[in-house]
């Protein structure tokens, strides 16, 4: 395969946990999460989850530089988050892939997911898209972060059931760098 790694990156339940465990199952590759890192500093920090203004930016740098330096210098890694493919937009030897969706979908995913009310759910995708992208526009001066041009891939999984995204995925890879 002509890449050592793969970001796989999108907003709230678009599918990015799904699609990296089945690719790291299939590929036998090691995944890592910047959202599990991120809630797993919130709970340690008593820090509500949406609330992206209480964390401080240093945080924030310290896990996306550890996301980019484990991109190149570690081989067969699966990083899925929402900015990897982003913080990875330089890295030419990084497979980048965005997974997009329709808005009713992922508020029904999580829904099902944490067992929320529609209008939790509705509320609690705003207010963390929100507050984060405020504070990365911040950061790093830019909000585009999920334009194709940084992506190599991108799947709708709307239209795209997890295996048809997992296998769109696999037929990428293996043509990609192909003349």
């Known amino acids: 395969m002509k890449y050592p790694n793969i970001t796989i990156s999108g907003l709230v339940c678009t599918g990015t946990t799904t699609l990296s465990k ?5 590929l036998g590759w090691e995944r890592h999460s910047t959202g599990e890192l991120f809630r797993k500093y919130c709970l ?4 509500p989850l949406e609330e992206t203004s209480l964390r401080p930016d240093s945080i924030t740098l310290e896990i996306d530089s ?3 330096e484990k991109l190149q210098q570690e081989k067969n890694l699966i990083m899925e988050g929402w900015l990897t493919g982003f913080l990875a ?24 997911r944490d067992n929320l009310t529609v209008e939790e759910a509705k509320e609690e995708i705003e207010v963390r898209e929100r507050e984060n992208l405020k504070k990365w526009t911040r950061i790093y001066g830019v909000s585009d972060f999920w334009e194709p041009k940084y992506y190599d ?6 239209e795209n059931s997890k295996e048809e995204a997992l296998n769109k995925t696999l037929a990428a890879l293996s043509t990609a760098g192909e003349a």
Do not use: W
């Open 22 to 26: 089945l690719l790291s199952e299939k």
């Open 44 to 47: 340690e920090h008593n820090l």
């Open 66 to 68: 550890l996301v980019k």
């Open 89 to 112: 937009r330089d890295l030419k030897d990084v497979f980048k892939i965005l997974l997009v969706c329709n808005d009713a979908l992922r508020i029904d995913r999580l829904v099902n």
């Open 153 to 158: 891939l991108t799947i709708d999984t709307y």
